[in-house]
């Protein structure tokens, strides 16, 4: 069974620029969650979906930053512009009927913007 | 707000040794749940164990454990006969709909 799919594992850009990260969550799970984990900020939660509708976006930083869920196989966070404060790990996790259930975490994007 | 707090920042254990691991959390809610999550040098996170705020009983994964006190909103994590590949952060974090983490804690294993 593959696991949740994040796609770049590794991103470097100039600042100003867009950048578009992919997340393919565990076929069947209901609930998909971005994270972002930084030295200074640990882990933190910044949307999630349930069946492919935002429910919380109270963690995303600012306007700039932006998820999309179009279909139950695959979402979207994307940032524009970027800047070099953006730059940190980026977790996709989803999971089964979420509450209480565990959150199965994706390989993470390690985004560095210049 | 809902907090987690992991006051080790870093430990280490003697291969074969055990080790717990500290984790305290404040909330006013009744029903959660409570995980520790593993983040090896590959960055990936993964569950090392799990347990429900209404069950009394401890949970246990093989050398994993867990010392779970719902009135001190305390969850250690206790494991037995450390092995090299136990080496990692160490991040606690409960919630219901939302998890909240700890800032983890590095545990080092001494061969």
């Known amino acids: 069974d593959a696991g949740v799919i994040q796609s770049p594992r590794h991103e470097v850009t100039e600042m100003g620029q867009e950048v578009t990260l992919r997340c393919k969550p565990i076929s069947g799970h209901d609930y998909l969650f971005w994270y972002r984990q930084t030295m200074m900020r640990g882990l933190e939660l910044l949307i999630y979906?349930?069946?492919?509708?935002?429910?919380?976006d109270s963690g995303m930083p600012e306007d700039r930053f932006s998820a999309k869920m179009p279909n139950a196989s695959f979402s979207t966070l994307k940032i524009q512009p970027s800047e070099p404060r953006d730059s940190a790990v980026y977790f996709c996790?989803?999971?089964?009927?979420?509450?209480?259930?565990?959150?199965?975490f994706g390989p993470g994007t390690r985004l560095l913007v210049l | 707000a809902q907090t987690v707090t992991q006051s080790q920042p870093e430990m280490s254990v003697q291969e074969a040794e055990t080790v717990t691991l500290s984790c305290t959390y404040d909330?006013?809610?009744?029903?959660?749940?409570l995980f520790w999550y593993k983040q090896p040098p590959s960055r990936q996170m993964i569950l090392v164990i799990r347990q429900e705020a209404y069950k009394q009983q401890n949970a246990t994964e093989n050398r994993f454990s867990v010392n779970f006190q719902k009135a001190a909103k305390s969850f250690s994590l206790k494991i037995s006969d450390s092995q090299l590949g136990d080496a990692a952060m160490y991040f606690c974090?409960?919630?219901?709909?939302?998890?909240?983490f700890g800032t983890g804690t590095r545990l080092t294993i001494i061969p």
């Open positions: 996790a989803s999971s089964f009927r979420n509450l209480g259930e565990t959150q199965y």
């Open positions: 979906f349930n069946n492919n509708v935002p429910i919380d």
């Open positions: 909330t006013s809610e009744s029903d959660y749940y």
């Open positions: 974090a409960f919630g219901n709909e939302k998890l909240t």
